[in-house]
């Protein structure tokens, strides 16, 4: 999901923070998704761990994501409260629909038919 380009004249971890960023606006990083560990992210993109740290640090300032400690970084909650408990539901519903085993498309037809009830 997120590639970093070494002959751009932006910085790597600047790449990622906009990546990441970019990601949770467009709804593709929902909140609470968990994020890879800086080790892990910098392992698979080839940068250096503190590349990775810097990004995430960044991405806390600006509140888009959070640490949690031991538990690992995490899409933050945004947007207005209703907003908030829509998406704590929504992540809910779709950790619980991974556990069953139901494919993507049977879950969000089930939301489709709640929702027009």
């Not at 704590?88 to 498309?105: C, H, I, K, S």
Request: net charge neutral; proline share 5%; hydrophobic share 40%.
């Amino acid at each position: 999901m997120i590639t970093v380009d070494p002959t751009s004249g932006t910085p790597p971890y600047e790449q990622l923070r906009v990546q990441v960023r970019d990601a949770v606006t467009a709804g593709s990083l929902a909140a609470g998704a968990k994020l890879p560990t800086v080790r892990a992210l910098a392992e698979e993109l080839g940068l250096a761990v503190n590349t990775v740290a810097r990004a995430y640090r960044e991405l806390e300032a600006d509140g888009v994501i959070e640490t949690r400690g031991r538990n690992g970084t995490f899409i933050a909650q945004h947007g207005d409260p209703t907003q908030q408990q829509a998406q704590d539901a929504a992540r809910q519903f779709a950790d619980r629909v991974r556990r069953l085993g139901l494919p993507e498309d049977a879950a969000l037809a089930l939301v489709r038919a709640a929702l027009r009830t």
